[in-house]
């Protein structure tokens, strides 16, 4: 399975950006997708996971009520919807799958390259 991330780039603060995370293909071990980010010197932490089959979300604190997540089956592709970005959004965004909903990155078997987001003050 391979995931490819795309969509990021500079925005200003308080703008948007539609992060797109297409999958070669689904199977057991790609019911969910998720999203985490890393930004310089950082962990990579979790900031949305969806599952296929019903679209069940799950949102990191620091992003609820900010972004979206959906999927589009007939593409194959998670989208990640980020609105009024904020400065400490900044960071590489990488989409990864797995056979559970988790917020921890260990149960994801497959991860895209990531896609670099910037967001100025």
């Known amino acids: 399975v391979q995931l490819q991330a795309s969509g990021g780039g500079l925005v200003q603060a308080g703008g948007s950006l539609r992060l797109s995370c297409v999958a070669s293909?689904?199977?057991?071990?790609?019911?969910?997708v998720g999203w985490f980010r890393q930004a310089p010197g950082k962990e990579r932490v979790f900031v949305a996971a969806?599952?296929?089959?019903?679209?069940?979300?799950l949102y990191a604190d620091s992003v609820k009520g900010r972004f979206s997540i959906s999927r589009d089956n007939s593409k194959n592709t998670v989208y990640l919807q980020m609105n009024s970005l904020k400065p400490e959004d900044t960071a590489v965004y990488h989409c990864?799958?797995?056979?559970?909903?988790?917020?921890?990155?260990?149960?994801?078997?497959?991860w895209g390259q990531g896609t670099l987001v910037t967001v100025s003050s």
């Open positions: 990864a799958a797995g056979p559970e909903f988790a917020t921890d990155l260990r149960p994801y078997e497959y």
């Open positions: 969806i599952r296929w089959r019903d679209q069940k979300s």
């Open positions: 293909e689904q199977n057991t071990h790609t019911s969910y």
